[in-house]
């Protein structure tokens, strides 16, 4: 039964650019949340999805969008890369109940140049 | 907004020992409660979890207690082993259909001495 899977494991960007990030959840998962992790810190929420749609977002700029797609599977965009934006992206999912832990990925790590 | 954080940024144990990691949290509004453990070029892994209805919940070497009237929460360790070593969050989320967040610290990371 495989897990939460990302890709890229790692990326390269420079500043001004845009980034896709992919993520497919557990099997039976239909809720997939977008966390970025600064180093040395824990992870902060960007947004969730289920049944396509944005439910819930976090205190980040609208660069960052996202989409879900039928088959439960999301992309994590960012428009307009800043230094600032260089992190561990980690997509967590889970079934829309409100009591059941998220399973995270591993992530994935961009660097902004 | 409020956010969960952590007593001791580094606790350092031996191995055999068992090693207890702190928690404060802030929103008695939170429900449910979650301990990850973060290996190095990992994501976080679900160690345990807890709901607010109650204070105490054991797994496999592992016991996470809840105060709520002091707003603590703690991960217990019990025979620390070398693979234990890993940085620990604590996570929160608050109750209500739409708030299924996460919250989490700044993380602990555990050292275990050989």
């Known amino acids: 039964d495989a897990g939460v899977t990302q890709s890229p494991t790692h990326l390269i960007k420079t500043r001004g650019q845009q980034v896709t990030l992919r993520c497919s959840p557990k099997s039976g998962h239909d809720t997939v949340s977008w966390y970025q992790q600064a180093l040395g810190q824990g992870p902060q929420f960007i947004f969730q999805y289920y049944e396509e749609e944005e439910r819930q977002r976090g205190n980040f700029p609208d660069r960052f969008s996202g989409h879900q797609f039928p088959n439960y599977s999301s992309e994590l965009n960012v428009n307009a890369l800043l230094l600032g934006d260089s992190a561990l992206y980690l997509c967590a999912s889970t079934l829309r109940d409100r009591n059941q832990p998220q399973h995270f990925g591993d992530g994935t790590r961009l660097s902004i140049l | 907004g409020e956010s969960v954080g952590l007593h001791l940024p580094t606790l350092s144990v031996q191995e055999g020992d068992n090693s207890i990691i702190n928690c404060a949290y802030s929103?008695?509004?939170?429900?449910?409660f979650i301990w990850y453990k973060q290996e190095s070029g990992k994501g976080p892994q679900f160690i345990i979890d807890i709901r607010s209805n109650m204070d105490k919940r054991q797994g496999q070497r592992v016991t996470v207690l809840l105060n709520k009237t002091v707003k603590h929460l703690s991960l217990q360790i019990a025979a620390t082993q070398p693979g234990d070593s890993a940085v620990y969050f604590c996570a929160e989320k608050l109750a209500g259909t739409g708030r299924r967040a996460l919250t989490f610290g700044s993380g602990t990371r555990l050292q275990v001495q050989p």
């Open positions: 929103n008695s509004a939170s429900d449910y």
